[in-house]
């Protein structure tokens, strides 16, 4: 037999499709593990399973219901023996409820008493899900998987709509990058792509309340400025919410102080 080069190794707990560990895992009827928040996106684009590429209806998925010790670890709930990579693991279609295959083997096939050994639901030999068998490897060789062959994404709106942001691609950057990009910018603010990785300060809402008699001066600022988007309407500036809030105080205030001695009730003389 010619050596598998390409094999590449999925974990047991992690989603077949985003290729990572799983938060809410379903499986197929054939016992192929997604996070549904990954496959439910995939189904509703392309209808099929991203692994196999055959057709798959979100309706057939079995919700799974992994148990975990103290630990956090996942492990069968009547062995308490944790899973790992080489554990023989399945689960019961009507429940969901996830095994160690040598207790199923044991304590509901050979004695033919086909009954959930945590809820006591009746079931048949066909409800034995199998999720992984240290034997059959190959189910989890991720460059066998259908969409990772091809290539194929769901792509998500929202991250393709940040990645239009230069600042997106930054996001990962140490505090002495940060710091070195900002002297940049200070030192070349006419370079249109440092500046776009500088996110402009959000425009605060101004109202009859907290306008301001003066405006923003952004309109004499983009005349001076290469580095500031045009601007050529005057808008008047906002004035704090610290300053506005207290020339429509008139009442006095008071505060309970809580100490270890005891309470103390204050008056605060807010109208002066």
């Known amino acids: 037999d010619l050596p ?10 992690h989603c077949s499709l985003s290729l990572q560990p799983f938060e809410y895992p379903v499986c197929t009827p054939d016992g192929t593990v997604f996070d549904i928040l990954s496959i439910v996106p995939w189904i509703k684009k392309y ?35 944790v899973f790992t990579n080489n554990s023989h693991i399945v689960a019961i279609k009507t429940t969901g409820n996830v095994f160690a295959y040598e207790v199923v083997e044991q304590l509901n096939i050979k004695p033919k008493s086909y009954k959930d050994l945590l ?51 930054l ?31 959000e425009k605060k809402k101004v109202d009859k309340l907290n306008a301001a008699h003066y405006s923003t001066g952004a309109v004499s600022a983009s005349f001076t400025s290469t580095a500031m988007v045009p601007e050529t309407t005057h808008e008047a500036a906002a004035i704090e919410e610290d300053v506005v809030r207290y020339q429509y105080v008139k009442k ?8 270890n001695k005891g309470d103390l009730n204050l008056e605060l003389h807010c109208d002066m």
């Not at 598998?4 to 707990?13: P, V, Y």
């Not at 006095?252 to 100490?259: A, D, E, S, W």
């Open 4 to 13: 598998r080069t390409n094999f590449r190794r999925l974990s047991f707990d």
């Open 252 to 259: 006095k205030g008071y505060v309970r102080l809580h100490t």
């Open 47 to 81: 209808g099929t399973n991203p692994i196999t590429g055959e057709k798959l209806d979100a309706k057939s998925l079995i919700k799974l219901n992994f148990a975990k010790n103290s630990e956090g670890k996942y492990h069968c709930p009547v062995l308490f023996t």
């Open 171 to 201: 996001k990962n950057t140490n505090t002495e990058t940060r710091e070195t990009l900002l002297e940049l910018y200070k030192e070349f603010k006419g370079d249109d792509i440092l500046a776009a990785t500088m996110k402009a300060p």
């Open 119 to 169: 809820t006591d639901e009746p079931f048949t030999r066909q409800d034995i899900v199998t999720l992984q068998d240290p034997t059959n490897l190959d189910k989890f060789n991720v460059s066998n998987f259908f969409h990772v062959k091809n290539n194929i994404k769901v792509i998500d709106p929202d991250e393709e709509k940040a990645k239009l942001d230069p600042s997106y691609y």
